[in-house]
């Protein structure tokens, strides 16, 4: 048996990893479940960094008027916090996931490539360092905001472009060196017997995801080269004096930027379709149909970018074209809540926190869906663009959404990973506190943006003063509620009751195959045809 | 241990994919850039964003179209901290599609030192860019002024017959620029 022999030997290899303690265990490892384990730290420290950005700019928007920082500070922590949450946080985390995951779910012995997938970890600390550091220097940190629209990070910049440049170029080639690594472990280490069509809709997920990361990092990391040479060596790509043309910075950042956001999103599609067939003890509803609709949602994400930029003055065939691209996508996303819900439907359901959280997702990730909907509509969208109805749908949608799919995923595999359940009534407090502050802190802004609040402001007319006041009070329950989401983790890696191989009775896949925690070398010889047939009831 | 057969075999048939996706990566950090070509040559065919000719064309009207008249504005703004007073002599004209046009703007450096300064133009709604001719404009060359010197520059255009009849008035915008340290 050929594979036999090679898991034979990396088994062999990796038994170094054991013998080594402390940090450099931590810094030498290829192991791909101390990677994912690296990778869902450092994304909730960030997920902790920039929440307490936010913190700060809740208080200063508590009242109206400028009560605790200056202007300029304001937009270094609202660029910040958006930089940190999305490349920081969200990413990261999904990263994670896939490290630990992916090759349990597929029965392969660890990541294809182990060596690179240890640097891809390890530089980003120090992308965020940098970024980070900037807050510390004279110019303070960057302050154009996290889409960084020249000429506000070029002419106007106050001196911090080429740390963020720096730190951008450092997570792209981090998230492009992870992409790989997940592309070809799925391509090329599946266990015999386990066919595109039978993967986990969690690995296919991931394995799309991966494909726009490697399509659209490269544009990112071409777009901040442009920045760092105008601002810094004379050339004039976006200088309207020398020739250029600040509107073609959007486009090129826009044609990065949407895909970029269902990078954010794809990855929670395959943690919600995990975790609601298990609690609800039915298989996926329309498997195909959801491998086919995140295949049309990647593929659409690529010719919708303008939809961000409808009052720059496009003309208007321009502006139906990307209005009605846009709008299409609602048909495959639409697909996906259909199957979620016809999934629950007469199933036997039970409400274990990862199913709370799921359900949760589907519900305010539509909602975020439909105000999605609405900003693609041309006309309408003037009257929203640039206002708190912009961050109320795209908070919607990330934090309902790509969050609360990582709380899903996090308790549902969190036995798995620790060989410890979770402590439940912390984790449900996690979940009620952070449900109802959560709307409390996005539903307002709604109203808030309808009634023409603009975005990235320090201070605002007074009569948003009430609907602030409860966003604000909503934001500091809600980033309180995420220390208990740390209580419960660390809790359950403490002790908690023994988590037997598979604690959800309704749940299918290779993972819970294995020992809980799942041992340090899984699938050293690939599981049996039976166990693959029966890991993808939902195929049957 | 020597590496087995098949732990090479799967190795480099790793590195083999792992090699194609950087080739993918390379490409579109190239595309990236071409998109940058692209985009002038896709608002030039389309005169999407507003850029008009940038060097003096003839005048090739065949005749004066006196049924339709269009409104020209002009506007001027300073990039941040030119100190020059910039500003059209006239705000705005009456033009027959085809009629040839002069009008003239005025500009003077208050600064104590000579500023060598461009003006970038741009034509609202950005579909009548590529119907807007300039014969002469100041803005094809620099404009050098010694402290306190002033200048009035002539700009010379017709609106082209074929502009498309929704449009009835056009707005032409001059962005000076500071570009002493370009150009000398």
């Known amino acids: ?540 | 241990m020597p590496m087995s057969d098949d732990k090479q075999r799967q190795a480099n048939s790793n590195n083999k994919t792992a090699k194609k996706l950087l080739v993918v990566v390379a490409a579109m950090f190239g595309f990236g850039f071409a998109l940058v070509p692209l985009y002038d040559v896709f608002c030039d065919i389309t005169g999407l964003n507003g850029k008009t000719n940038t060097a003096a064309v003839a005048y090739e009207a065949s005749s004066v179209d006196e049924s339709r008249t269009v409104k020209v504005q002009f506007i001027t703004r300073n990039a941040k901290g030119v100190p020059w007073k910039f500003e059209p002599i006239i705000n705005e004209v009456e033009v027959h599609p085809g009629e040839m046009k002069v009008v003239s703007f005025y500009a003077k450096n208050n600064a104590a030192h000579k500023i060598v300064g461009q003006a970038v133009p741009s034509v609202s709604p950005g579909l009548a860019a590529g119907y807007f001719h300039k014969m002469e404009c100041f803005c094809f060359n620099e404009q050098p002024l010694m402290a306190l010197e002033d200048v009035e520059m002539s700009l010379q255009f017709y609106v082209d017959l074929a502009l498309p009849e929704d449009i009835k008035t056009l707005t032409l915008s001059y962005t000076l620029y500071d570009i002493t340290e370009k150009s000398s």
């Open chain 1, 1 to 540: 048996m050929t594979t036999d022999v090679i898991a034979q030997d990396s088994h062999d290899e990796h038994h170094d990893d054991h013998k080594m303690t402390g940090l450099k265990r931590w810094l030498y490892t290829t192991n791909h479940k101390d990677i994912g384990t690296l990778y869902l730290w450092f994304a909730f420290i960030m997920l902790l960094t920039g929440g307490a950005l936010a913190m700060v700019i809740r208080a200063e928007l508590f009242q109206p008027g400028l009560q605790f920082v200056e202007p300029d500070f304001f937009n270094q922590l609202t660029t910040v916090h958006g930089l940190i949450m999305v490349f920081g946080a969200i990413m990261p985390a999904f990263t994670g996931f896939a490290n630990w995951m992916i090759p349990m779910m597929i029965g392969a012995p660890d990541m294809a490539m182990p060596r690179m997938n240890n640097w891809s970890f390890w530089i980003l600390p120090f992308a965020f360092a940098i970024l980070l550091s900037s807050f510390f220097m004279e110019s303070g940190a960057p302050n154009f905001g996290w889409t960084f629209y020249a000429p506000l990070s070029t002419t106007y910049s106050n001196g911090s472009t080429a740390f963020f440049v720096f730190a951008v170029h450092i997570m792209g080639i981090s998230s492009i060196m992870g992409a790989i690594n997940i592309v070809v472990t799925i391509m090329n280490l599946r266990a015999p017997g386990m066919t595109y069509m039978k993967m986990p809709l969690f690995v296919w997920t991931f394995f799309i995801t991966a494909y726009l990361l490697i399509a659209v990092m490269p544009v990112l990391a071409g777009v901040v080269t442009m920045l760092l040479t105008d601002t810094y060596f004379g050339t004039s790509f976006f200088d309207a004096a020398g020739g250029g043309d600040p509107v073609m910075f959007q486009h090129i950042f826009w044609f990065f930027g949407h895909p970029e956001v269902y990078i954010m999103i794809l990855p929670a599609f395959g943690i919600v379709s995990t975790t609601i067939p298990a609690f609800s003890r039915k298989r996926l509803f329309g498997y195909s149909s959801m491998v086919y609709a995140t295949s049309s949602i990647a593929l659409l994400s690529f010719i919708v970018w303008a939809h961000h930029m409808f009052t720059t003055g496009m003309p208007l065939f321009g502006e139906l074209f990307f209005m009605y691209c846009t709008m299409l996508i609602a048909v495959p996303t639409g697909v996906k809540v259909f199957n979620w819900v016809a999934t629950m439907w007469k199933g036997a359901l039970t409400f274990e926190t990862p199913m709370l959280f799921s359900i949760a997702f589907v519900i305010l990730f539509t909602i975020g869906g439909f105000s999605g909907l609405m900003l693609a509509m041309t006309p309408v969208d003037f009257q929203y663009h640039d206002t708190y109805f912009v961050v109320a749908h795209f908070h919607y949608v990330l934090v309902t959404g790509s969050l609360f799919s990582l709380y899903a995923g996090a308790y549902y595999w969190l036995p798995k990973w620790t060989g410890h359940m979770y402590n439940d009534a912390l984790s449900k407090w996690h979940f009620w506190c952070s449900l109802i502050s959560v709307n409390l802190l996005f539903f307002p802004m709604h109203f808030l943006g309808l009634a023409g609040m603009p975005r990235r402001i320090p201070d605002y007319a007074l009569q948003f003063a009430d609907f602030n006041k409860w966003v604000s009070i909503g934001g500091f329950a809600f980033g309180l509620s995420q220390l208990i989401f740390l209580a419960a983790v660390i809790k359950c890696i403490r002790g908690g009751e023994k988590a037997p191989a598979k604690p959800w009775d309704g749940a299918i896949g290779l993972e819970w195959t294995v020992a809980s925690p799942a041992p340090y070398h899984t699938f050293s010889t690939p599981p049996p045809q039976k166990d693959i047939d029966n890991a993808n009831q939902h195929e049957h």
